[in-house]
């Protein structure tokens, strides 16, 4: 099992930035790909960014391509979401989300889910 705990979320302006954090614990080397996943209000629930436990390949969403960057820390088990250049419709909840099974990053593939981090973008 791995347990994953998002942090970093909050208020911010149109064009400010925010670094989100996921830390993982347990079995984290259960996991192939990990990542992160947003729901906006009304919306379905969509991929952002995920990157590979091996490789470090990335996968990014996009409308995300040129603002967010993902990157990892393997010494503290720790994901983290650079976000820059924010919108208003970037509000969401983030998501950290891990795939035990293979490296795709999709909604339907990842098995490991954090509770989310609410990020707000408005003046």
């Known amino acids: 099992q791995v347990q994953l705990v998002e942090s970093g979320g909050g208020l911010v302006q149109p064009g400010g930035s925010l670094r989100l954090s996921c830390a993982a614990s347990?079995?984290?080397?259960?996991?192939?790909?990990i990542g992160w996943f947003r729901q906006a209000p009304g919306k379905e629930r969509e991929a952002v960014s995920c990157?590979?436990?091996?490789?470090?390949?990335?996968y990014y969403a996009d409308s995300m391509k040129g603002r967010f960057t993902i990157s990892r820390d393997n010494a503290k088990n720790t994901v983290y979401l650079q976000m820059n250049s924010l919108k208003p419709e970037d509000t969401a909840v983030y998501y950290c989300?891990?795939?035990?099974?293979?490296?795709?990053?999709?909604?339907?593939?990842?098995?490991?889910w954090g509770k989310g981090t609410l990020v707000t973008v408005s003046t």
């Open positions: 989300a891990a795939n035990g099974r293979g490296t795709l990053c999709a909604l339907s593939a990842m098995n490991y």
């Open positions: 347990g079995s984290t080397s259960a996991y192939y790909a």
């Open positions: 990157i590979s436990s091996s490789d470090g390949s990335t």
